[in-house]
C-alpha cells in the first residue's frame, strides 16, 4: 500500500475495513481539493488496526464494551491527562467553565467536575461519559503498559513496505505511528507523515515517555530520513492536540497546520477532508 493510516483512540469495536469506508472518501476530498484527485485508489489506502488490543477478552459484539464511570478513572495518569484535558478545553472555549486552584485537586469529586465541564467541549460532541473514561484508559494503556504498545506498534511496523509512501496517523495513532517509523527510520522509505489531532506534544505524560526518549538536546527523535517531511494538523479546540506546536517538541522541521473542524473537534474526517491535509499526503506521492 502507498498510503498507511493509523486510528486513533476509541476503536476498539471496529475494525479496519469499517475505518477505511470513512477514511478513504475523505482522504481522497482532501485530495482533491489540494488539486490531486485521483492520485491514489482504494487499493492503496491501507489501516493498521489495533483497537482490538483495547477491548475486553470473552465478550461479543452483542455485549457491547464495559460501563465505565467518573469514578473509574484512576488517580495518577489518567487524572493527569484529564485535568489537561479539561485546562485546554476552557482554554479554547469560553462555554468550557474552567478549573480553579479547588477543582485541579485530584479528589473523587474532581473527575465529575472535569467531565460535566468537558461535555460543554466540541472535543465531547457526540461522545459519552463511558466512551470519554475509556479514551483515558486507552492512552494510559498503551503508554504504560509495555506489552500492549509493543503489539500496537508491530501492527504498524508489519504494514510498512517499501511501497509505502505515505503515513496518516489520528490521535493516539499518532503516537504509535511515531514510535513505529523510529523502530525503523533506517529501512523504511516513507516519504510524508501526517498527524492529525496529535496528543505528541504533551510533555511529562506522552512526548517525555516516548520510545526513543527525546535525545540530549531535549528534542524528540526525527522518525526517518533527512527526506521525510512532516505535517501536523490541529483544530483550536481539539483538546487530544494539547499543544498544537509541534516544533518546540521535535524541531523547526515539523510544518504545523491550524484547521476548523467545527462542532467535532476531534473527528478524523474533518481532518481528512481539509486542503491542506491533501497538499501534506499529495507530497509524499511519486
Known amino acids: 500500500m502507498r498510503v498507511l493510516c493509523v486510528h486513533g483512540m476509541g476503536q476498539q469495536l471496529r475494525g479496519e475495513q469499517q475505518l477505511l469506508g470513512e477514511w478513504v472518501p475523505a482522504l481522497k476530498d482532501g ?16 489501516m493498521a488496526f489495533y483497537g482490538d488490543l483495547f477491548r475486553p477478552p470473552g465478550q461479543l459484539l452483542a455485549v457491547g464494551e464495559p460501563v465505565l464511570r467518573a469514578g473509574d478513572v484512576a488517580m495518577g ?47 465531547m460532541a457526540g461522545l459519552t461519559l463511558r466512551s470519554m473514561v475509556g479514551d483515558l484508559k486507552q492512552v494510559r494503556g498503551y503508554m504504560l503498559d509495555p506489552a500492549t504498545r509493543l503489539k500496537a506498534r508491530r501492527r504498524v511496523s508489519d504494514l510498512l513496505t517499501e511501497e509505502t509512501q505515505v503515513v496518516v496517523a489520528h490521535s493516539l495513532g499518532s503516537v504509535v505511528a511515531y514510535e513505529a517509523l523510529c523502530a525503523s527510520r533506517r529501512r523504511h522509505r516513507v516519504r510524508a507523515f501526517v498527524t492529525l489531532g496529535s496528543p505528541l506534544g ?3 505524560l506522552i512526548f517525555e515517555r516516548l520510545r526513543p526518549p527525546p535525545d540530549g538536546t531535549g528534542s524528540g527523535v526525527w522518525p526517518g530520513t533527512d ?53 501534506a499526503i499529495a507530497a509524499g506521492l511519486w
Do not use: C, M
Open 31 to 46: 485530495l482533491g481539493r489540494a488539486g490531486a484527485g485521483g492520485r491514489v485508489t482504494d487499493g492503496d489506502v491501507g
Open 77 to 123: 495518569f489518567e487524572t493527569e491527562l484529564l485535568a489537561a484535558w479539561w485546562d485546554s478545553a476552557a482554554a479554547a472555549d469560553p462555554v468550557v467553565v474552567s478549573p480553579t486552584a479547588e477543582t485541579l485537586a485530584r479528589t473523587p469529586e474532581f473527575t465529575q467536575k472535569a467531565l460535566r465541564a468537558l461535555s460543554a467541549s466540541p472535543f
Open 202 to 204: 504533551i510533555a511529562n
Open 227 to 279: 527526506a521525510l517531511t512532516w505535517t501536523n494538523l490541529a483544530d483550536a479546540a481539539d483538546v487530544v492536540a494539547l499543544e498544537k506546536d509541534l516544533r518546540p517538541a521535535f524541531g523547526p522541521r515539523v510544518r504545523n497546520v491550524r484547521t476548523h473542524n467545527g462542532a467535532h473537534a476531534h473527528d478524523v474526517r474533518p481532518y481528512l477532508t481539509e486542503k491542506r491535509t491533501g497538499e
